[in-house]
């Protein structure tokens, strides 16, 4: 495995783009690109992109698309397309990495495998801190965050630990549950071989575990990721959640039929056209 391709979820909050962006520009491990899935923010969040790109050492695409509600299984697909990268690692652009984040991502990847890691919820109070007075926390130490945990900033320190021994990884192959692609990781062959997110998923809700299912369902196992690759995410309150019923409806019927691997409406078509939007 050579470069890594982290495609970073977007939707008009350039504050919380802006600390994730900063973070992944202080990793240890410094193969990889970033492109943004944009789905559909406005000006200043493609101003902050363009400001980015223009003084990053590392690669940054941008992968955009009108808004049009809720699609960020589509944008993800987008951005995969562009992406040039043996493997993807999935990140919402409202979370901040630790600086040795794509090391272990890089560490953890295995043939036949994907990688869930977890992640840490930051409270209302402290995110409004952290993002008005720019902490970078991502420079932080395991005592901050302890200190964060006593006082209620962070809901829990754990995930912070690394475990020594990885024979727990692979306890759960067919677990689908709390793999989300606000940390998620897997070879882009196999990605593709199931022809990416559904696009049938639109409004929030279960495009991503519909993803890893099918995943499961040809074969790819779980590796966990806990006490390896966790990340802080911001606090932010909940997106409309109209289609959630109909969508976890459609999940449930995936999870039944073991012969469902492939997307519907997925990643392919835009490998076809060649024809992905990415902004100037």
Request: aromatic share 12%; hydrophobic share 40%; net charge neutral.
């Amino acid at each position: 495995m050579k470069l890594i391709s982290v495609i970073v979820t977007t939707y008009n909050w350039p504050e919380a783009l802006r600390a994730c962006l900063e973070s992944l520009l202080a990793q240890d491990d410094g193969y990889f690109e970033i492109i943004i899935a944009d789905d559909g923010s406005t000006q200043d969040t493609q101003d902050l992109v363009q400001t980015f790109k223009s003084q990053s050492p590392i690669q940054i695409k941008h992968a955009y698309q009108a808004d049009k509600g809720f699609r960020a299984g589509t944008i993800r697909n987008k951005a995969v397309a562009l992406s040039a990268g043996d493997y993807l690692v999935f990140l919402d652009g409202d979370c901040i990495v630790f600086s040795d984040f794509i090391q272990k991502h890089r560490r953890l990847a295995e043939p036949g495998f994907f990688v869930p890691g977890n992640r840490i919820l930051l409270s209302q109070c402290f995110t409004q801190k952290v993002l008005q007075q720019h902490i970078p926390l991502h420079q932080r130490s395991a005592f901050f965050f302890i200190g964060c945990w006593l006082t209620g900033k962070i809901n829990r320190f754990l995930p912070l630990l690394t475990f020594p021994f990885d024979f727990f990884r692979y306890r759960h192959p067919k677990r689908w549950q709390k793999a989300m692609t606000c940390n998620l990781a897997l070879f882009k062959q196999d990605f593709m071989a199931v022809n990416g997110f559904d696009e049938a998923f639109e409004g929030w809700g279960y495009e991503d575990s519909d993803l890893v299912i099918r995943l499961i369902h040809n074969g790819i196992k779980r590796k966990e990721g806990r006490f390896a690759v966790p990340v802080l995410h911001l606090w932010h309150s909940h997106n409309s959640r109209d289609k959630q019923s109909e969508n976890y409806a459609r999940l449930m019927q995936r999870l039944a039929d073991d012969n469902l691997i492939q997307a519907s409406q997925g990643m392919r078509q835009y490998l076809d056209d060649q024809n992905t939007p990415e902004s100037l």
